[in-house]
């Protein structure tokens, strides 16, 4: 892959920055993607379904509460198993995007996997009431060039998997390119959070993501930029963590000129700037 840099954006209303809240709700579907074993492991299974149960409303009043839209992206699997979801995020006002079916990893799997992901996401979605998703974003954030060629031919106006700038650019593969509106780990609750019985993990205090991600807002406002915070109702949803998440939400609404947007607005902000700096 090669990186087409980007360009100094202008936002609406003039804001100063633009922020997008996304959410993965990957659920069960992150675990049995991962092994297989899962569908034995009820405690495991109950924690991802946390995320449905008790993460996605915490995070929907919140967002309620300030009157910001979100993107989640959805893996078929989730989509299928916890009906009336989808309906339920499309019916606040938010981006349902896909997340692969089973939140396999691209890398991982075999040409034929990585289409039927692709395929069988598409489908649940469709079944579950959604439109067309807008974007893509790569199950733990892993692309190949397989994938790549299926995002492009699936007609995504943007995908949120790669981590070549801070800014909105263009990513390239194999003659072929995709708009790219760019994560990291390190606006992730994962890296934070994230913990299991097999691997281990961190458990970071809950004040870390407040201190981190509002040093990366800092940054951006100064850039006048974009950026992206991603997390995952499971994590973000346990209490004292989302007690921080409500800070930071609190701290940013404050200031009054914050563009919060949901990645296809961005990517419809921006796709055109981009096309006029080539």
């Known amino acids: ?61 919140l967002l309620a509460r300030h009157h910001l839209k979100a993107s989640f992206f959805v893996p078929g699997h989730t989509a299928d198993s916890h009906p009336g979801l989808v309906e339920q995020l499309l019916k606040a006002g938010h981006e349902v995007g896909h997340h692969g079916h089973l939140h396999l990893r691209s890398d991982k799997v075999s040409v034929q996997e990585q289409q039927d992901e692709m395929h069988r996401g ?52 194999n003659g072929q390119q995709i708009l790219e509106l760019p994560v990291h780990w390190s606006l992730d609750d994962w890296p934070m959070f994230g913990w299991g019985i097999d691997n281990g993990g961190n458990f970071t205090h809950p004040r870390t993501l407040t201190d981190v991600w509002l040093a990366e ?36 609404v404050s200031d009054g000129d914050v563009w919060f947007a949901r990645l296809d607005e961005v990517a419809a902000q921006v796709a055109p700037q981009l096309e006029r700096t080539r």
Not at 46 to 55: A, D, I, P
Not at 143 to 172: K, N, W
């Open 122 to 173: 598409l489908e649940a979605l469709q079944r579950a009431g959604a439109p067309k998703p807008a974007g893509y974003r790569s199950s733990s954030w892993e692309l190949t060039p397989e994938t790549f060629a299926l995002i492009v031919e699936h007609g995504f106006q943007y995908d949120s998997s790669c981590m070549g700038d801070d800014r909105p650019y263009f990513e390239r593969c």
């Open 1 to 61: 892959m090669s990186i087409d840099h980007s360009f100094g954006p202008v936002w609406p209303n003039r804001s100063p920055v633009a922020v997008s809240l996304t959410f993965d709700v990957d659920a069960e579907a992150g675990l049995l993607g991962d092994s297989p074993s899962f569908a034995r492991r009820l405690t495991a299974l109950s924690e991802g379904r946390f995320g449905v149960t008790r993460g996605v409303p915490r995070i929907l009043e």
């Open 217 to 252: 807002y800092e940054s951006a406002r100064r850039d006048g930029r974009h950026t992206t915070f991603t997390m995952h109702p499971e994590v973000i949803g346990r209490a004292a963590r989302f007690e921080q998440l409500e800070r930071f939400v609190e701290r940013l």
